[in-house]
């Protein structure tokens, strides 16, 4: 959870790969046994367990090259599609972990050409989908592979989420019901009340919706004659910071208006914070009546939290994510950085490896200055190395590459590494 200023977590991401792992070593013990393709040559029975060999060390790319190839020398091409489909699959999943989304859908699309009732092909490329956003393609595949296998707990695990995700609050609590039913576990029970707590609070809700974002508020005249102008500033957002990042996700965004009481339940989050982005963004209404310059920078703030998500996953440090929010907002309204001048002044600024971390474990009486630390050397790589190396950074982080290592690949044209920014960053501040 992104505070006041993040988070879709995929679907016990780590789980379902070790599961996929295990059980692709069973298959193919299976397919050793039972069914590999009568060969016409000795040659051919060589190549058949070189695939094998390829799939147990999860060699995927070779083990699909090597099938193609066969596939013209055997009797029965379709004897070696079941082997298509798992290599497919298994791949699907590596591209998944490393983040190339594009390439791991359509590794699953591929896989089910081989075989389509395989429902982990369905639930692969529903993964995807959520990652990328695309909630109501998610709910889709899914649905399909209910038709495969309609006792699946993770399928309709999934489906939860993806519902959840999309806003379709009812659906999503029948989903997870569902996958209760079936044997879903604690981390389904969790989500099931999540989802029962916020439902109940924002199914008396007013909605309205506009290009990418749906707007969600408690009813009352002087919100809902703000509601336009609240969709059409996160609209303005989009196009900004779109062209800032070169990044313009095909995406429909949910924002949530609370009552402050409500907020606070909802998200138990701590009394500073102004916003929330957790896949959806969240803002407490307080005196919110009017649209203002401080208002409008919140909205930019927390749209910038969405666009970081969706390029670098949970895996940007918070500083990095919080002092690109700052930016975004802090162009519209910005106030002055008491906070960071007088930490610098008495040589107190805060470690890094700190605000790498959620601030929400810091001191009440140091979280504005971890934001305008935060905003300030993001400022700082922007304003010195330029705009368009930030989201070569972000897309690096979202590909696995720890953070210090990604500043160091994308600013070694400088001759730069992490240690480096930060003793110029240090420097700038005494000048």
Not at 204 to 217: P, T, Y
Not at 349 to 377: I, R
Request: aromatic share 10%; with cysteine; glycine share 8%.
């Amino acid at each position: 959870m992104m505070l006041c200023r993040f988070s879709l977590n995929p679907p016990f991401l780590s789980t379902v790969l070790f599961l996929r792992k295990l059980f692709l070593i069973l298959v193919l013990l299976l397919f050793v046994a039972f069914s590999l393709p009568v060969s016409s040559s000795a040659s051919t029975d060589e190549q058949i367990r070189k695939v094998v060999k390829f799939l147990d060390a999860q060699d995927y790319q070779e083990a699909i090259k090597l099938l193609h190839d066969l596939q013209g020398r055997v009797a029965n091409p379709g004897q070696l599609h079941t082997l298509l489909a798992v290599a497919y699959l298994g791949r699907g999943y590596q591209l998944l972990s490393s983040a190339d989304l594009t390439a791991s859908g359509e590794s699953f699309q591929e896989g089910r050409r081989y075989n389509d009732e395989d429902i982990r092909l369905w639930q692969g490329e529903a993964m995807v989908r959520l990652k990328q956003g695309r909630y109501a393609e998610a709910v889709s595949l899914l649905d399909q592979a209910i038709g495969f296998n309609s006792q699946n707990a993770s399928i309709f695990h999934l489906l939860g989420q993806a519902y959840y995700a999309d806003g379709r609050m009812a659906e999503a609590v029948d989903a997870l019901t569902e996958a209760i039913s079936h044997g879903g576990g604690e981390e389904v029970d969790k989500l099931l009340q999540k989802v029962q707590r916020e439902w109940q609070v924002e199914q008396d809700m007013g909605q309205e919706s506009r290009g990418h974002f749906q707007l969600s508020f408690v009813d009352g005249k002087q919100v809902a004659e703000l509601a336009p102008r609240i969709l059409e500033t996160l609209e303005d957002a989009y196009t900004e910071l779109g062209s800032e990042l070169a990044f313009f996700p095909d995406i429909k965004v949910p924002v949530l208006l609370y009552l402050k009481k409500d907020f606070s339940a909802v998200t138990n989050s701590p009394d500073w914070a102004g916003g929330v982005y957790d896949g959806k963004i969240r803002l407490p209404l307080g005196g919110m009546h009017r649209m203002s310059d401080q208002l409008s920078a919140v909205l930019y703030h927390e749209y910038m939290h969405v666009l970081v998500h969706f390029m670098a996953g949970r895996r940007a440090p918070v500083w990095l994510n919080e002092g690109l929010a700052e930016m975004a907002g802090r162009r519209l309204y910005s106030p002055p950085t008491h906070h960071l001048q007088r930490a610098v002044q008495r040589e107190g600024v805060l470690g890094w490896d700190t605000l790498a971390n959620p601030f929400s474990t810091l001191p009440a009486d140091k979280v504005l200055l971890a934001y305008e630390q935060s905003y300030s050397l993001v400022n700082f790589m922007v304003d010195r190395y330029g705009w368009h190396k930030i989201p070569e950074l972000l897309k690096s982080i979202g590909k696995r590459k720890p953070w210090q290592d990604a500043i160091a690949d994308v600013y070694q044209d400088y001759g730069l590494d992490w240690p480096a920014i930060l003793r110029e960053w240090q420097a700038s501040l005494s000048l």
